[in-house]
């Protein structure tokens, strides 16, 4: 079974930087867009960004011009570069992998990470 397999959380000071990364638990046969959404406490899960598979990307507004998202093809990971970091980004970041085929002959699915903790404090 295919897994989401994220890094790079952790606690970091407002202003600061981080660096997610995604990558499959196997080698998979295809994957369209990757992306990254965040739930905070109390508050629904919402997307952060995604990356089509032509590099087409999609933003947050409140992540616009802070935020980068980034793909290997080759590796099957997704990035996340975080930067200028305020405390309202604080929230478990997931990482998603939409029309996912594990092998030439699996359906397309949709998987989702475990998610990794991100907490924006001084």
């Known amino acids: 079974q295919v897994q989401l397999v994220e890094s790079g959380g952790g606690l970091v000071q407002p202003g600061g930087s981080l660096r997610l990364s995604c990558a499959a638990s196997?080698?998979?046969?295809?994957?369209?867009?990757m992306g990254w959404y965040r739930q905070a406490p109390g508050k629904e899960r919402e997307l952060v960004a995604s990356?089509?598979?032509?590099?087409?990307?999609t933003y947050a507004d409140s992540v616009k011009g802070r935020f980068t998202i980034s793909r290997d093809y080759v590796k099957n990971t997704v990035y996340l570069q975080m930067n200028s970091l305020k405390p309202e980004d604080t929230a478990v970041y997931y990482c998603?992998?939409?029309?996912?085929?594990?092998?030439?002959?699996?359906?397309?699915?949709?998987?989702w990470g475990q998610g990794t903790q991100v907490t924006v404090s001084s």
């Open positions: 998603n992998a939409d029309n996912l085929r594990a092998t030439r002959f699996s359906n397309l699915n949709n998987y």
């Open positions: 196997e080698r998979i046969f295809s994957v369209g867009a």
């Open positions: 990356i089509g598979s032509a590099d087409t990307t």
